[in-house]
């Protein structure tokens, strides 16, 4: 019988990605996770000693613990947690069980930029419009949920970025940005090790309307348009940001469930 407080890796990686995904945290030991410096997307690092600083962190909210083999220090600490009021799971069969599932993306602890006081930070051009959105959203809701971003005028990214130890993205000249014709999503899709068809069909919409190559992908257009109306229904990027990260939501869960489905006048209307 399975436990009640555990939950299986195919059962997270259907949240994941979704802005109701549980908080995911990686308690492996140093000497495990060096020796496989991986995480499941959304995940952070935590030490399974720092109880208080770990409900500081996240809340209220569900969670889930994660350790190498998903034995003593996550069951240990979910337990734990669960006596204090805390909805924690623990990942039956840890990383190793993560690591052996078909289809389940890790990403190279490596290729995420250093966090500023706790959080990562981030820093593009003003006035987005696809890709300065669908960014913003892919690492919110697959690296870091507690990232910020900050929107300045196209001369002065290189300049806050220095000042405030931000990345930089999308903009010429810098790492996280166009790759020949992929665009800066493709770039982090890349970067993350993110490749999986959901993610890589929303990439080709992405990419034909960041490009105007529409031919990539009708949707495109659609795309388009609504990330035009946003931008001229707020002033203020980031309160554009919080509802273009509902649009992104909306078009993550059609690339991965909803491809196949139609909408049509009933058949059975008379004309």
């Known amino acids: 019988m399975a436990a009640p407080n555990e939950i299986t890796p195919s059962q997270?990686?259907?949240l994941i990605g979704t802005p109701t995904a549980p908080h995911i945290v990686d308690i492996s030991i140093d000497e495990d996770f060096t020796a496989d410096p991986f995480l499941i997307p959304g995940s952070f690092r935590h030490s399974h000693k720092d109880i208080d600083g770990l409900k500081t962190r996240i809340?209220?909210?569900?969670c889930v613990i994660v350790c190498q083999r998903g034995i003593k220090l996550s069951q240990g600490l979910a337990s734990w947690?669960?006596?204090?009021?805390i909805a924690a799971e623990y990942l039956k069969g840890g990383m190793f069980a993560w690591r052996?599932?078909?289809?389940?993306?890790?990403i190279p602890a490596t290729a995420?930029?250093?966090?500023v006081k706790g959080h990562g930070l981030w820093v593009t051009r003003h006035r987005p419009k696809i890709d300065r959105i669908g960014c913003p959203w892919l690492?919110?809701?697959f690296v870091d949920p507690d990232a910020k971003f900050l929107f300045v005028s196209p001369s002065e990214v290189a300049g806050v970025a220095e000042r405030y130890g931000a990345t930089p993205f999308d903009i010429e000249g810098t790492d996280w940005s166009h790759n020949g014709s992929l665009c800066s999503f493709d770039t982090m899709l890349d970067r993350f090790a993110l490749r999986t068809p959901a993610l890589g069909h929303l990439s080709t919409v992405v990419r034909a309307a960041d490009t105007n190559r529409h031919d990539?992908?009708?949707e495109a257009a659609g795309l388009l348009a609504i990330s035009v109306g946003l931008s001229r229904q707020y002033r203020d990027d980031h309160q554009q940001l919080e509802a273009g990260l509902v649009l992104y939501d909306a078009?993550?869960?059609w690339a991965r469930d909803g491809q196949n489905e139609g909408h049509d006048w009933p058949a059975d209307k008379k004309a």
Do not use: C, E, H, V
């Open 12 to 14: 997270l990686l259907r």
């Open 251 to 253: 078009l993550y869960r």
């Open 139 to 141: 690492i919110r809701r």
């Open 59 to 62: 809340g209220d909210g569900p």
């Open 100 to 106: 052996d599932l078909a289809g389940a993306p890790r």
């Open 81 to 85: 947690l669960r006596s204090d009021g």
């Open 112 to 115: 995420i930029p250093d966090k």
């Open 216 to 218: 990539l992908a009708p």
